[in-house]
């Protein structure tokens, strides 16, 4: 069974950094993309960044460029989002996601970060 | 940067009834379309890919249909599960962009 566990999300100020971890198991981890997504408070979804299979390549949202920074360990089938000079409009739920082709076919539960 | 518009914003309907959801796009997005539903709390879950597939476990009173600009997501016959928030998403050009969402409530 595919299994996406998010954690470190939490209260932090604005102009603060924050790094969210997403833990895999299931699956042969380095044989996909992954995306984080996230979702403000009542409010709809928002691709923020993928990253390759093997880290090589990774894109961000032009709101969150320059700012966070996707990673991903392999040998320990976890993906990463370092986040800096963290804004009030970065308050969302994260979700940790994995690429199916042109759509993310597996979520975890989310976890809150607010600025 | 590809917008998505879903209609209608809610539509409050029965248990048993035939739901059709639209998704258009501000320009093609080929068949590069897919649909999620998200309870309340929950995370998103993948419903349809490549504008017309099924994903692995998905019940098959949904549907989709669609290419280009104009999309849709059916729903056979309404079951009490299916009470929730859907939303399209195009990955054909950069970035990734999902519509706002249409909101399916009980009647």
């Known amino acids: 069974e595919v299994q996406l566990v998010e954690s470190g999300g939490g209260l932090v100020q604005p102009g603060g950094s924050l790094r969210l971890s997403c833990a895999a198991s299931?699956?042969?981890?380095?044989?996909?993309?992954m995306s984080w997504v996230r979702q403000a408070p009542g409010k709809g979804l928002e691709w923020v960044a993928n990253?390759?299979?093997?880290?090589?390549?990774?894109y961000y949202v032009d709101s969150v460029r320059g700012r966070f920074t996707i990673s991903r360990d392999n040998a320990r089938n976890s993906l990463s989002l370092q986040m800096d000079s963290l804004r009030a409009e970065d308050t969302a739920v994260y979700y940790c996601?994995?690429?199916?082709?042109?759509?993310?076919?597996?979520w975890g539960q989310g976890t809150l970060v607010t600025v | 940067e590809i917008v998505l518009t879903q209609s209608p914003a809610t539509l409050s309907l029965s248990p048993g009834e035939r739901v059709t959801l639209s998704c258009r796009a501000s320009?093609?997005?080929?068949?590069?379309l897919a649909w999620y539903q998200q309870k309340p709390g929950q995370a998103p879950r993948l419903l349809i890919y490549?504008?017309?597939n099924r994903a692995t476990g998905i019940p098959a009173r949904f549907s989709g249909s669609g290419s280009g600009t104009d999309f849709t997501l059916t729903i056979g016959s309404l079951e009490p599960e299916d009470f929730a928030v859907y939303y399209c998403?195009?990955?054909?050009?950069?970035?990734?962009?999902f519509g706002q969402g249409t909101k399916v409530e009980i009647k």
């Open positions: 996601a994995r690429d199916f082709g042109w759509s993310h076919d597996s």
């Open positions: 299931g699956f042969t981890f380095n044989t996909y993309w």
């Open positions: 990253i390759k299979e093997d880290g090589s390549e990774n």
């Open positions: 320009q093609s997005v080929s068949s590069y």
């Open positions: 490549d504008a017309s």
């Open positions: 998403q195009q990955r054909s050009n950069w970035p990734p962009t």
